[in-house]
């Protein structure tokens, strides 16, 4: 039986896949291919033969959706970096610019700022300190390039400027006593908090919805891709530098250390920014070709290691860095999952990669179940410390995660309902993952009486 | 007959312009409307009026609103404006130029030939 409405939404999905459309054209063209099919069936023609028809004389979706891309303007920016004359959008695009370099420079200069009351941040005896308080030097400006790029309102600025603030004030008032891991704790967890809240910025009131917080998914995989890239070139740099000068007997490391590291890392953050914003939906994101390529590896890792534990009869897990080592697996795992599941349309019919992910996920629910109960047997025996009580909530948040994933997957390979059943819990999900970090940097300490 | 696609998209303006001129209308039933008036030698790829339409309505020459059709369907009515008819004025000017001049040298040609038989 020839599934007329599915094939249509296919065929407009194929459009909005292109991203040159807005939601109001797409129905508009939507309406024509109905209007049209309507008349070929009332002359005669089965459903399917009037949809191929309509479709053939609707023309080329590639051909469409490119016309429509030069007239949107909307999507002018493209053209601003195919080709650089002709677009109305450049002075818009040296404000973008012109903000990066201010940001990076302002940036940067705050982490110098310590040094004139003789505090070097770098110094490796602050190194607890510098980390707790890097987000700051760096996260505020991304807030204000997307704050002031989407010309939002006071009130989305001003609960993230609080956000923001709190979050300096409490930490850095915070006591800490030997041995510090609460404190070390916080320098790990603040980070990715202050990094969910800027998140906010980037998505506006987009927050709330579905598409949004996965457009922010999408963008934080782009952005450690990219930043990451750029980092190495800062290293090369560095490195370049440094045998350059070495060649006629001038040591340069301190120019690196104290400058160039510094600023080429505020100025990194920056421009992945800026990159990964203006770059959007131009070139094809590249999480999901990392995930895609290393899903099927990783699944053959995991199964190999299961088989291998299960026939040895092995069970090495018994301290806590084992327990962080399967943190790392069950957050790779999801990273794989989240990004294959970032690129796929929803209205798709299964795909290998589906299944590739629902074996990921089976399998490193396993492993982690076999780790989890040798590990809280061992762990109970000697008391609750900061570090193990943070690595078993991380494993449980995530495991919880990856259950629930597991679960839908299969109710979704059963067509008990859509896919986007799946990216609406993982979507929410990130709100967990908020409490969670937030939970870790400010109400650990206190439960532990900051040490 | 297949007209080019080169006066097919040249004649794209002037047509969506006049029958907007008549009545608004929406796409499907100005892509109806052409066909109609060319007895289906005009092909068009029938996607590409929209992009047109969009184009249009950015140079302000007509607007467009959202109006429910009797089957439920939310249908996108073009209205032509006033730099529209200005617009459609000035290609009507234009059309009228190259159609008086071919038709004078096809007319040419018709009367060399009958020259040519009598000599």
């Known amino acids: ?451 | 007959m297949n007209v080019s696609k080169d006066l097919i998209a040249a004649s794209a303006i002037p047509f969506i312009l006049a029958i907007l001129k008549q009545e608004d209308s929406y796409g499907y039933a100005i892509i109806k409307k052409v066909k109609e008036l060319t007895e289906d030698e005009l092909v068009w790829s029938e996607g590409m009026l929209y992009p047109v339409l969009h184009r249009l309505e950015e140079k302000n020459f007509i607007e467009s609103y959202w109006q429910g059709s009797e089957k439920g369907r939310q249908r996108k009515y073009y209205r032509i404006k006033e730099e529209g008819l200005t617009e459609l004025d000035m290609q009507k000017k234009q059309w009228d130029i190259v159609h008086s001049a071919l038709s004078k040298t096809w007319l040419n040609l018709i009367n060399k030939k009958e020259e040519f038989q009598y000599v």
């Not at chain 1, 404000?95 to 940001?103: E, L, P």
């Not at chain 1, 982490?111 to 941040?121: A, D, H, T, V, Y």
Request: with cysteine.
């Open chain 1, 1 to 451: 039986m020839f599934d007329l409405i599915s094939n249509i939404r296919t065929w407009s999905d194929l459009l909005r896949a292109k991203g040159d459309l807005s939601e109001p054209d797409i129905i508009e063209l939507e309406n024509h291919l109905k209007d049209e099919i309507d008349d070929l069936v009332t002359i005669g023609l089965s459903t399917e033969e009037a949809f191929l028809i309509s479709v053939k004389r609707m023309g080329n979706v590639h051909a469409i959706s490119k016309e429509y891309s030069k007239v949107s303007t909307e999507n002018l920016w493209k053209h601003l970096m195919i080709n650089p004359d002709g677009a109305l959008d450049s002075g818009q695009n040296r404000k973008y610019i012109a903000m990066v370099i201010i940001f990076s420079l302002i940036s940067g200069t705050l982490f110098k700022l310590p040094e004139l009351f003789g505090l070097n941040l770098l110094d490796s005896e602050n190194g607890v300190l510098f980390f707790k308080n890097i987000s700051f030097f760096i996260l505020p400006f991304v807030a204000a390039f997307f704050l002031i790029k989407h010309q939002s309102t006071w009130k989305i600025p001003a609960v993230i400027g609080g956000i923001f603030a709190l979050a300096w004030v409490l930490i850095n008032l915070y006591p800490t006593y030997s041995p510090n891991d609460t404190e070390f704790l916080t320098a790990l967890h603040l980070p990715l908090f202050l990094w969910l809240i800027t998140g906010i910025a980037y998505m506006g009131m987009d927050w709330k919805a579905t598409k949004g917080r996965m457009n922010f998914i999408r963008f934080t995989g782009e952005s450690v891709i990219y930043g990451t890239l750029i980092f190495c070139g800062i290293i090369v740099l560095a490195m370049f530098i440094q045998a350059m000068f070495f060649a006629i007997q001038i040591n340069a490391s301190w120019f690196i250390q104290n400058y160039l590291i510094v600023y080429g890392s505020s100025s990194a953050a920056m421009i992945t920014i800026y990159l990964v914003e203006t770059k959007k939906s131009v070139v094809e994101n590249f999480a999901p070709i990392l995930a895609k390529i290393f899903s099927p590896l990783f699944l053959l890792v995991m199964l190999v290691f299961l088989g291998v534990m299960i026939g040895s009869s092995k069970s090495p897990f018994i301290e806590r860095d084992y327990l962080i080592a399967f943190d790392f697996m069950l957050a790779l795992v999801l990273g794989l999952v989240i990004y294959v599941i970032s690129a796929r349309n929803p209205h798709e019919k299964n795909t290998v990669f589906d299944y590739i992910n629902l074996a990921l996920i089976l399998t490193a629910l396993i492993i982690d179940g076999i780790a989890l109960s040798a590990i809280v047997f061992r762990l109970s025996a000697y008391g609750l410390t900061p570090n193990k009580v943070a690595a078993l909530g991380e494993n449980l948040v995530l495991l919880v995660n990856l259950g629930g994933l597991a679960w839908l997957y299969i109710r979704f390979f059963l067509k008990k309902f859509d896919f986007k059943k799946i990216e609406v819990f993982q979507t929410s999900y990130i709100y967990v993952y908020a409490l969670w970090f937030g939970m870790v940097a400010f109400l650990l300490p206190i439960f532990f009486a900051f040490q």
